[in-house]
């Protein structure tokens, strides 16, 4: 068990009237068995582990904030700036000879670099439901670019998100767990991440094996996948920020350690099997379908993740995570009424009716082969 391991829990007090901070000293992993996770009563061992180490400053939670509405902002920003490349291309034109399309790629990037820092400041299950406000970006700049109108409902479902974002802030863990590879490996080498990781696949068997049938006519099962996948990349992607950014503030080498490139291959195996059934689902419904279920469903994966397998939520009492999956909730409505009910675009419209043609087609070659 973990508890046997030399001197983890060495701590010492430390602020001024009666209010410390506990501080641990750097854990070895040369004792820690490969499968921590499974030896009877690790559990207690690693909260007793949890509860010596030091915490992160809230200034730290603050600029991962920012760096994850800013990273939404300019990743929307870029997305939009391509579709109106498009819009001003010739039916004969390549995209990538496009400068202005160039540039929405360049902050797409950008953009996405700033969710993955984010990831090494504040909690997993503040920073996934921030993407809610790239929904209202994304609303403002196909106004102002595409001429697409801006609704009522689309100020109402603007005004929640940002009730609901402003209570996800306030109700959010002000702190968590300062994090280095030897406590990564506490964390994933737990009996109750074994046990959520192995119920994630269970479900994701289950849904592989129907998905093919039902993708044509539900919306559900292609996404549900995708969220099961991008709860698994968040929680890869917030262990390999954490490492990359102690490395950078010279705090430890994580380059050194197999934890890192681990948690490399799993992101970007899993972020790829996300992208693959998010394509998949938009290519059988329109936007308006896809974004909120995609959105509910992530969000719920990701903030299920952090909580399971960083124990964010372990300085929290039962009114304040209460209020935490209100502020969510009400984000959930805002980006239903942001992306429902909304026409379809052209090539939306066309690229739907050729999907129904080839689904008919399916439909009609399945019913031939019964018959024969």
Known sequence: P????????????????????????????????????????????????????RLDPDESIGLGLTMALVGNLITTLGLNLQRFAHTRLDAAENYTHSRLWWIGFTLMIGGEVGNFMAYGFAPATLVAPMGAFSVIANAVYATMLLAEKFRRRDVLGSVLIIVGGVGLVYFSPHSEKQLNSQTLMLYIFSDIFFMYSGILVLILVSLLSVSRRLSAQYVVPDLSICAIFGSWTVM???????????????????????????????????????????????????TSQVVPVYFVLFTLASVLGGIIMYREFAQMVAGEIASFFGSVALTFIGVYLLTSERALSPDEMEHLKAQEEENDVLEEGQDMARLE
């Open 2 to 53: 973990l508890s046997s391991l030399p001197d983890m829990q060495e701590a010492a007090m430390v602020g001024a009237g009666g209010a410390g901070r506990l501080h641990m000293h750097r854990t070895s992993t040369a004792n820690l068995p490969p499968v921590a996770g499974l030896f009877p009563g690790v559990l207690a061992d690693i909260d007793k582990d949890l509860h010596s180490m």
């Open 236 to 286: 890869a992607t917030k262990g390999l920020s954490v490492s990359l950014r102690m490395t950078m503030l010279g705090e430890e080498n994580a380059l050194t350690s197999w934890i890192t490139y681990a948690l490399l291959l799993v992101m970007l195996f899993t972020a790829s099997f996300q992208i693959r059934y998010l394509n998949r689902a938009m290519a059988n419904f329109g």
